[in-house]
């Protein structure tokens, strides 16, 4: 029996376009400018340290270390710090109104009629965990972050992972087989089903490479498994 729903953004409840065609360009313009105007703020300072730890170059300086941003921006590497900055730069644009988060037109009655049925719904993604709160609160149809109990982001540990699973369902308290994973990326469900979770990938590109997991082209599709 599912008791919870465990949720992917990119590509999932929105479009992988709007993620990199809007969001990563936004922070990719303003992040040099941030670290020089701002990285003597103490959430930013953190962040630049954890770039520098994480890099091995304790000793880059502020240039040095917008470079290393900038490189990994360009390899789409989910880098803990890395996110927390876009979450930082995206706060601005969410709002002054520059954009609304992108959610697919299926998510959101399937999101509120599993919660109504008993469900607690999460997030899981590699965004940040306010880049999330941002993206739903700010969303093309508002604030849809009632409908979260809780969420997680690459802090829990990567998304392809069996470990990152095995986290998320202890700090939910559940086995894995009581919750449900929906993901449009193969290697995070196939971590998630080592973990013990069911599975369904969203494949809404019917060009998507799909694997043995249950398949839905939309949240319309996605069934249960005791359905
Ligand atoms: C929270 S929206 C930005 C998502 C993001 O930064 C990203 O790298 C995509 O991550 P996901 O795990 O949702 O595919
Ligand atoms: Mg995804």
């Known amino acids: 029996m599912i008791r919870a729903i465990v949720t992917d953004i990119e590509g999932t409840t929105g479009s ?3 993620v990199h065609e809007v969001l990563f360009p936004y922070a990719r313009e303003r992040l040099s400018d941030f670290v020089r105007q701002r990285g003597n703020e103490p959430a930013f300072a953190e962040q630049l340290e954890a770039v520098r ?24 590497r989910k880098a803990t710090p890395l996110k927390a900055l876009q979450g930082m730069i995206w706060e601005t644009g969410y709002r002054r109104g520059d954009f609304t988060g992108h959610v697919y037109s299926d998510v959101v009655q399937h999101l509120a009629a599993w919660q109504a049925a008993g469900l607690a719904l999460y997030v899981y993604s590699s965004g940040s965990i306010q880049a999330q709160k941002l993206l739903f609160g700010h969303s093309d149809v508002g604030d849809l972050t009632p409908l979260f109990a809780g969420y997680f982001d690459t802090t829990t540990g990567p998304k392809q992972e069996a470990d990152s699973y095995r986290r998320i369902a202890a700090h939910l308290g559940l086995a894995g087989h009581e919750i449900l994973f929906l993901s449009d990326a193969l290697a995070e ?4 089903a080592a973990a013990g979770f069911h599975t369904v990938q969203l494949a809404r590109d019917s060009g998507m490479i799909t ?8 949240f319309d599709a996605v069934r249960f498994p005791d359905d």
């Open 16 to 18: 992988i376009g709007f």
């Open 53 to 76: 730890e994480l890099a091995g170059e304790p000793e880059a300086d502020r240039e040095r270390v917008i470079a290393i941003l900038e490189g990994w921006l360009d390899a789409d």
């Open 211 to 218: 694997g043995d997991h249950p398949v839905a082209a939309s």
């Open 189 to 192: 469900l196939d971590a998630a």
